[in-house]
């Protein structure tokens, strides 16, 4: 059973790099899969951030495409997000999640980030 | 970018039927049969119930059900029971080339 884990850094100054990795077992990086990032702020609905396809072709959200990157590492079966220029908006809970057809089929658990000085 | 539109809340009663609407557009709901709906209990990951407007992935029971009508794509929860109490969001491809979520909705069982 596949199982995918977020971590990184809990605290992020304003301004600065947001960098998240997802952690994925029990699933291969070449069957033709697509891994997507998804935020929630407090009390908030949920964000697409964007996904990576496991040749590495990327999607962004258009509102976070100039400042997002998400790039993979098949050797360590993990994936990771980037996000430059942070602001309070950004705080958020952050998803990862294995692609099922076009929706987002498994999910880690999440992981919070405070953007704060 | 917009996000698809539902509403805020529905509520029914334990055992009754209940469908949850997301109204979207010919550039999205209305183009792909790329449309999932998701379960979130607080606190916890979303869960995926339906993909591709209809399909259950393993594990979840039939009681849900996806449909779609021109733009706008429907949830129905069947025989409602006291875990189903929780926010449900809908989520569909668009030519822009990226998903949008809709704004939430919030079922509570009477």
């Known amino acids: 059973q596949v199982q995918l884990q977020e971590s990184g850094p809990g605290l992020v100054k304003p301004s600065g790099t947001l960098s998240l990795t997802c952690a994925v077992s029990?699933?291969?990086?070449?069957?033709?899969?697509?891994w997507s990032w998804v935020r929630q702020a407090p009390e908030r609905g949920l964000e697409w951030v964007g996904e990576?396809?496991?040749?590495?072709?990327?999607k962004y959200n258009p509102s976070l495409r100039s400042r997002v990157t998400i790039s993979l590492d098949k050797s360590k079966s993990q994936f990771f997000l980037n996000i430059r220029s942070v602001t309070a908006a950004d705080t958020a809970m952050y998803y990862c999640?294995?692609?099922?057809?076009?929706?987002?089929?498994?999910w880690g658990p999440g992981t919070f980030v405070t953007v704060s000085s | 970018q917009s996000a698809l539109t539902q509403p805020a809340s529905v509520s029914g009663s334990l055992g009754q039927s209940i469908t949850i609407s997301c109204i979207g557009t010919?550039?999205?709901?209305?183009?792909?049969?790329?449309v999932s709906w998701y379960q979130q209990h607080p606190g916890k990951a979303p869960k995926l119930l339906i993909y591709?407007?209809?399909h259950r992935p393993s594990g979840i029971p039939d009681r849900f059900s996806g449909s779609r009508s021109g733009n706008t794509a429907f949830l129905t929860i069947s025989g409602l029971q006291p875990d189903d109490e929780a926010d449900y969001y809908c989520?569909?491809?668009?030519?822009?080339?990226?998903?949008?979520f809709g704004t939430g909705t919030k079922v509570i069982v009477l």
């Open positions: 999640a294995r692609h099922l057809s076009c929706a987002q089929g498994d």
């Open positions: 029990g699933a291969s990086f070449s069957s033709n899969t697509f």
């Open positions: 990576i396809s496991d040749s590495g072709s990327t």
């Open positions: 010919s550039s999205d709901i209305g183009s792909y049969h790329c």
């Open positions: 591709d407007f209809v």
């Open positions: 989520n569909s491809f668009k030519t822009t080339n990226s998903y949008v």
